[in-house]
C-alpha cells in the first residue's frame, strides 16, 4: 500500500470513528501537484468539527505522519489539515454545500474506503 493510500485510509476511519457525515475521497494525483488525495467531511456542528479534526489529528500522530499545515479551527466552519500526501477538509454543513469541494475537484476521481 502506498503511504498516500495508508494516510488516507486512516483519516477516513479517524472521521468515520467519530459519525463524520458524507465523508468523501477523491484521487487527485492525475490532476494536481498539491497532494493526491483530498478527504472531505462534515461535522454537525462547531463542536463535532472539532472532534473530528482532533481524532485524524491524533491518529495521523500515531501512525508517525506530520501534518504540514492547518487552517482554522476554534469556531471555524472550515479546518484543513495539510498532511502533504492528502488534505483533510471538515466542514459544517452549510460551508460544505458553499464551497461545494466535490465539483471543483470533479476532474478527480472519488474513491471508496474498499479501494484503499
Known amino acids: 500500500m502506498s503511504q498516500a493510500k495508508e494516510m488516507a485510509r486512516i ?3 479517524a472521521l468515520e470513528a467519530k459519525k463524520g457525515i458524507d465523508i468523501r475521497m477523491i484521487d487527485i494525483s492525475q ?3 498539491i497532494a493526491d488525495y483530498f478527504i472531505i467531511a462534515t461535522g454537525s456542528s462547531n463542536n463535532q468539527v472539532g472532534a473530528l479534526v482532533e481524532h485524524v489529528e491524533e491518529q495521523m500522530h500515531k501512525n ?3 501534518m504540514k499545515q492547518r487552517e482554522g479551527g476554534g469556531n471555524s466552519p472550515w479546518v484543513l489539515l495539510d498532511y502533504a ?3 483533510v477538509h471538515v466542514f ?6 458553499f464551497y461545494n469541494l466535490e465539483h471543483i475537484w470533479h ?3 472519488e474513491v ?3 479501494e484503499l
Do not use: L
Request: charged share 40%; net charge negative; glycine share 8%.
Open 107 to 109: 476532474d478527480g476521481t
Open 11 to 13: 483519516a477516513y476511519d
Open 31 to 33: 490532476v494536481s501537484v
Open 64 to 66: 508517525g505522519f506530520s
Open 92 to 97: 459544517e454543513k452549510e460551508s460544505r454545500s
Open 112 to 114: 471508496s474506503r474498499d
Open 85 to 87: 500526501d492528502i488534505i
